[in-house]
């Protein structure tokens, strides 16, 4: 069956088992009437997002808001409890992975505003360059859509593959290669997992903040993507179409662009990771979508 075809009806599902979970979990909320004062947050469990959202969060309740945030880890809950009004935002995904589910499951969502830009690449735990890669070797990539091609457009820059085409990275999979002369194999693997499966593996790719949780940098990187590589995956809050512009959607926009989380990010890792603030999602969704 092809990968595409299947992985979407698979996500569908997935959604619908999701909604079950949440409600089975207790996780379900109510966002409430758009002009009341409590906000509710859906977020993963990890530090870029954790982190900035325990900071907007003190700094709402100074305003006078109530902030529930609740952590999770599964990537497919938090869009359909937004979409089910059980949540006001969730902020767990790139504008890539939110458009490519948006699609997939047919949701009423739209990226409110970007928080940070989440670049990766190539690592490796047994060889210290591409050039090391043997043939043959297996390398792991994110199983997702949005995701897939990412190490595929790395390994074409190096000049190790040939892709055809003129495709947009979010659009890229292993059936545009056209070229692989050093026989690579693919393994695919899904997003969260691509940190345990790197010793099993000659190479995979690690979004930057999958690298740090086991001790890797961008400089242990085997390959990197520049920023103008990483637009498409600048990480979101998500929200229905107009939250953005309520009372509401601008307090928590304005508390997660405070001055306190920029200096949170200006120290996590170095700052490696882009705050692209003055962006507008919804001027880039063209450009992702191409």
């Known amino acids: 069956m092809e990968r595409r075809t299947f992985l979407n009806g698979a996500l569908g599902l997935g959604a619908l088992a999701g909604l079950g979970a949440l409600t089975g979990c207790g996780l379900v909320g109510s966002a409430g009437a758009a002009d009341d004062k409590t906000i509710r947050l859906i977020v993963t469990e990890s530090a870029p997002y954790q982190e900035p959202t325990k900071i907007a969060q003190k700094i709402l309740e100074g305003q006078g808001w109530t902030v529930e945030a609740k952590y999770v880890t599964d990537i497919v809950q938090p869009n359909i409890a937004v979409a089910n009004g059980e949540f006001d935002a969730n902020?767990?995904?790139h504008g890539a992975y939110l458009q490519q589910f948006i699609q997939?499951?047919?949701?009423?969502?739209?990226?409110?505003?970007?928080e940070y830009g989440s670049p990766g690449g190539i690592y490796s735990n047994r060889h210290a360059s591409l050039e090391d890669l043997p043939d043959g070797a297996k390398i792991a990539l994110p199983v997702d859509p949005s995701n897939n091609g990412r190490a595929l457009a790395l390994l074409a820059k190096a000049g190790l593959l040939e892709l055809a085409g003129d495709k947009s990275v979010i659009h890229l999979s292993q059936k545009?290669?056209?070229?692989n002369p050093r026989g690579f194999e693919f393994v695919e693997v899904d997003q969260q997992s691509l940190s345990k499966t790197l010793p099993d593996v000659d190479a995979g790719f690690l979004f930057v903040r999958l690298g740090a949780e086991i001790g890797l940098t961008p400089d242990d990187a085997l390959a990197f993507e520049e920023d103008a590589d990483s637009l498409p995956y600048v990480c979101v809050v998500a929200a229905k179409p107009g939250f953005a512009e309520t009372e509401k959607g601008q307090a928590l926009k304005a508390a997660y662009h405070s001055d306190e989380v920029k200096e949170w990010f200006a120290g996590y890792l170095g700052g490696v990771l882009p705050t692209p603030w003055d962006r507008d999602p919804a001027a880039d969704l063209k450009e992702w979508s191409a």
Do not use: G, P, R, S
């Open 91 to 93: 902020y767990f995904q």
């Open 104 to 114: 997939d499951n047919d949701l009423d969502l739209e990226a409110a505003f970007y």
């Open 176 to 179: 545009d290669i056209v070229a």
